[in-house]
């Protein structure tokens, strides 16, 4: 497993913009895929975006449009650009990769490393 670090997360007004980064470390060479998911107070954690190596994406329906995940494979990171914020979308914002074999982004299914989260917060 690697080691993920998020950063980024804060408080922001309804309507802004936020940015989230993740950092991975400890032999992360095998990383094929990426991805940021998210769990509120008294709710499943849930898929915000994702991202293999390919440059295939994947987001939630709820965040499309709003949200742009993107991957630097040399640099081992994953960001989260989030605009349009709303309240709704506060939450723990997760980090996390998978090192190889199949990944399932709307279960998580195959992601071997998370990192410990950053919170966000959407004031109205």
């Known amino acids: 497993q690697v080691q993920l670090v998020e950063s980024g997360g804060g408080l922001v007004q309804a309507g802004g913009s936020l940015r989230l980064s993740c950092a991975a470390s400890?032999?992360?060479?095998?990383?094929?895929?990426m991805g940021w998911y998210r769990q509120a107070p008294g709710k499943q954690r849930e898929l915000v975006a994702g991202v293999t190596n390919g440059g295939h994406t994947e987001y939630a329906r709820s965040v499309k449009g709003r949200f742009t995940i993107s991957r630097d494979k040399d640099k081992n990171t994953v960001s989260l650009q989030m605009n349009s914020l709303k309240p709704e979308d506060t939450a723990v914002y997760y980090c996390?990769?998978?090192?190889?074999?199949?990944?399932?982004?709307?279960?998580?299914?195959?992601?071997?490393?998370w990192g410990k989260g950053t919170l966000v917060t959407v004031s109205s």
């Open positions: 996390a990769a998978a090192q190889g074999g199949v990944v399932v982004f709307e279960s998580g299914w195959g992601m071997d490393s």
């Open positions: 400890g032999g992360g060479s095998n990383i094929n895929a």
